[in-house]
């Protein structure tokens, strides 16, 4: 039987691909997928990381919260050793993430990172208002926010959650083994393993509406947002990166998808692998609902709701520039979707795509000058990400 969240074609995303963003990447596709493909895609929805649950049960039903908690936390920290009892599931989880795939290249991975990294700001605006923003059109994939009480806490956990990740798993070396970033993505792991738990227990959630809870499919989603979407944002934006910098984003997101407990054969590799699985994905979402309407309200307001940046007028501002970026990304048709007013703002991002694309040319004119946009670009990131999570609450 057929998933109650499954609308095909959609009446939201499919108008992605007839908007300029869309058109421009499935003219680097070979073919689209078959309504057979996608109607096996959708059978992800039914599919979840079990490893992980097994954990859930054993180590916060079975020691409570806080000591649960407590333990995981020493043992990222500290390793085995200092844990040395703990649940068998647990323990299969960490050492699992010991053993690296075969396929994994820490050159390449590491080139994805760097381009993360000398995008600068631009990276982090992408991913807030084109991967963050743009993913609020489905009402599906958002529908465990809403259950986990993500619209009453408001936006700025979620942000600062995203962001403090994303920073930590982007550094220079951050996910090899034991590393900030690889201790990270373990601990996101056990949390949305924590998420689809809670919500399933819920007598409001049902399976047969929306599939389950963080399921694989909507996990494979996200991981576009990270690298497919992240990408086309910046390009957009004036970056061009070289052939060696895309591989080497998606090889970044294709391990941090399997440390998060995603079959590896399902993480695209390239870019036209990953144009037609976001294909699959958009053409069934339904559309936005009065929940995912409330979180687009929430983050275009989110400057407003923090200590960052300290003026008023400095909030009211970034308001305003971040939805001249959203109806960039994303069109007006979207952005009219998710009821979100138009600002002459829009005319920021035209802007700093010109000024990106001047620095560009200068990279290619002189290659060591891109080693000083990485450190720059890297410092900004850590320097504003601290501010923010300082201002959030939700610092270090």
Sequence with gaps: MPLARIQYPSPGFSQHWKEPAGKNMLKRVSSLPTVEEIQQFNSLYLKCDTLADKVVVDLFEGLGHKQGHALLNTLLEKGLEAVPEIPDSLRNVYTQSYNLPSWLDDDLMQTGAEFCQRAGLFSLVTLRNYSLMGGYESA??????????????????????????????????????????FNATIKIRIVHALARYYTRKSPEWSDDQWGIPVNEGDMIATYLGFSLVFLEGLYMQGFQPSEEEVKGIFHLWKYIGYMLGIHADLLPENKEQAIQTLYKWTMTQPPADGDTLALAHALMTAPLTVTFPEKNWQKKLLVKIYLGFNYFYLGKHACKRMKLPFTVFVCVPYISACINSINEYKIKLFPKLRQRAVQKGREAQVKITDAFLLSTGYGK
């Design 140 to 181: 599906a994939i958002n529908k465990p926010l809403i259950f986990t009480g993500a619209l009453k806490a408001g936006p700025a956990k979620r942000l600062s959650d995203t962001l403090a990740f994303w920073v930590d798993a982007t550094g220079t070396g951050a996910m090899k083994p034991g590393a900030v970033g």
